[in-house]
Every structure is written in structure tokens, then in C-alpha cells.
């Protein structure tokens, strides 16, 4: 996968929009993937846009998803979600989640399957039934077609169960392929879950990019960071030393694999792709 480093002609797009703002190392591509990480404070909202699909993995804290991710959301001109996927039941995931099922038409709702006993959880559950929306457990190594050549791949054996007795490592976790571009997509996974994805389908795992696992928590398994061995890394997060990431995920992603980082706090991360280059860059909020 060749990270672009040219300029490239932009078409009309929601590129066109964030044109004027983008800061990354590289410049926009006409794409038809665009991926956001959108900066909602502590916590994960992870947009998908194709030619035929919207996609929102988590949708960040309660108390952000007014002022945050909903105003962004209206900014693309969004107003129907075709898969809203909640990756695990933690409130920095699905605390606005009942006020984007309020707010958006949404086509169907992936859920990690597992129903702990609290208010949040049922809050959800009753939006989601309230809405009469189909939700459902992905299936381990399900494709999940949000274009007709792009699709998420869904890696934890563990949704739709217990196995963990920590919720995160029971998060839906995925991989987005186009063509040549791979990006993993960790949510909040933790050593345990990860050492058990690398044992189950190592070999798959190497990726241009990596949504780096739980806010940057140094509970990594080193060999399953080192088998993803990311030219780029994207932090739900603020920059070290300001904000969560730990010192040790830094280094072993900055210095030991040599992955230039980007932070979604201050700044949405952008992602765009044609399956063949990519880039990455921060853009207004
Ligand atoms: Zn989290």
C-alpha cells in the first residue's frame, strides 16, 4: 500500500469541504473511503463513508454527542446511518447512543452481544427496541460489505459472549479492507483478547493503519502490536504527554515499529482512500 505523497486532484466530495483545513503530511485523495475519527473528548466515534454506506462505530460519551458528533454528523449532511455498531457497553463507546438512534434513521445495530446489569445498557436496549431497529451479533470473520469492495472484518472470537470478565476485551474488533488498504480497528481490546487474536490469525494481521486499542492503554501484547506493524497509528486520544495514551504505546508504536501517530484530540483524524493510497490528517473539528 503506498502512502500518497503527491498532490492529487480533489473531486466533489466532503473532501472538497475539509480541503482548506486538512493538516496532514500529505495532501487529500479523490477517494471513495473516507474515515473519521472524530474527536468527542475521551472516548470512540469512528465514522465510515462510502459511495453506498454510512457506517458509526461507537458514539462517544453522552454529555459530548450533542456538541460533538451529532453537529458533525449534520455537517456531512448525514442523515441516515446503514449500520451503527457499538463495539462494547462502556459509556466513553455508547453513552450518546440513544441520542443518535433518536436522531438518525438508522438501518441496522451491531452489538457485542453481551447484556451487563446497568442503566446505560438497557437505556440503549430501549432506544434500540423502542426504534423497532434490527440488532444482532456479528458473526466471527463475517464480511460486512459497506461498498461493494469495501468491508469490515470482524476478528474477536469473543463478541456475543462472556469469555473475558473485562467488557473491553470483549469489543467488537475489525479490519477495513479496500483493495490494497487494511486499517485495524481495535476498540478497546486489552492483552488478553489481543494475545488470542494473534494466536488465531496472525499472519493476517499487517496493516497500513491501526486504530490503536483503548485510548492508547499500555495494555498491549507487544507480538500482536508488532504483527499489525502500522505505517500509520491513530489515537483516540490526546498527544502524549498531554492526554491518555501511555508513554510505553507511544514508544513501541512511535520508535520500535516506526509509525508516525496522529491524535484525534484537538483535531478529527481523516483518513481517505481510492483502495490504492491513502492519506491521513487532522481537520477542524
Ligand atoms: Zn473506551
Redesign the pocket.
Known amino acids: 500500500m503506498i502512502r500518497i505523497i503527491l498532490a492529487f486532484i480533489l473531486s466533489l466530495s466532503m473532501q472538497t469541504l475539509f480541503a482548506a483545513n486538512y493538516a496532514g503530511k500529505n495532501q487529500l485523495i479523490n477517494s471513495a473511503l473516507e474515515v473519521y475519527l472524530v474527536n468527542v473528548g475521551h ?2 466515534a469512528i465514522l465510515l463513508k462510502t459511495e453506498s454506506k454510512i457506517t458509526l462505530i461507537d458514539t462517544g460519551k453522552a454529555d459530548a454527542v450533542e456538541t460533538t458528533l451529532i453537529p458533525f454528523l449534520n455537517r456531512l449532511g448525514i442523515t441516515h446511518i446503514d449500520y451503527l455498531i457499538l463495539t462494547h457497553n ?1 459509556t ?2 455508547i453513552g450518546g447512543a440513544k441520542r443518535i438512534i433518536e436522531s438518525f434513521s438508522i438501518g441496522e445495530v451491531l452489538t457485542n452481544g453481551t447484556k451487563p446489569n446497568d442503566s446505560l445498557y438497557r437505556e440503549v436496549q430501549t432506544a434500540i427496541s423502542d426504534h423497532h431497529l434490527p440488532s444482532r451479533v456479528p458473526s466471527y470473520r463475517e464480511k460486512l460489505f459497506v461498498s461493494k469492495d469495501i468491508w469490515l472484518d470482524f476478528v474477536n472470537k469473543e463478541m456475543g459472549s462472556y469469555s473475558f470478565k473485562d467488557e ?1 476485551n470483549n469489543s467488537i474488533a475489525s479490519i477495513l479492507n479496500y483493495n490494497k488498504l487494511k486499517i485495524f480497528l481495535a476498540s ?1 481490546l486489552e492483552q488478553a483478547s489481543q494475545k488470542k487474536i494473534f494466536s488465531q490469525i496472525k499472519t493476517e494481521l499487517p496493516s497500513d493503519i491501526y486504530k490503536v486499542q ?2 492508547g492503554s499500555k495494555k498491549f501484547d507487544p507480538d500482536f502490536i508488532k504483527a499489525i506493524n502500522p505505517k500509520d497509528a491513530v489515537f ?1 486520544g490526546k498527544i502524549y504527554p498531554i492526554g491518555f495514551p501511555s508513554s510505553k504505546t507511544v514508544k513501541i508504536l512511535g520508535k520500535d515499529v516506526g509509525a508516525r501517530l496522529y491524535y484525534n484530540d484537538p483535531q478529527t483524524i481523516m483518513i481517505s482512500s481510492d483502495g490504492e493510497k491513502y492519506s491521513v490528517g487532522n481537520i477542524q473539528n
Do not use: L, T, V
Open positions: 472516548g470512540d462502556h466513553d463507546h473491553n478497546d483503548h485510548h483516540s
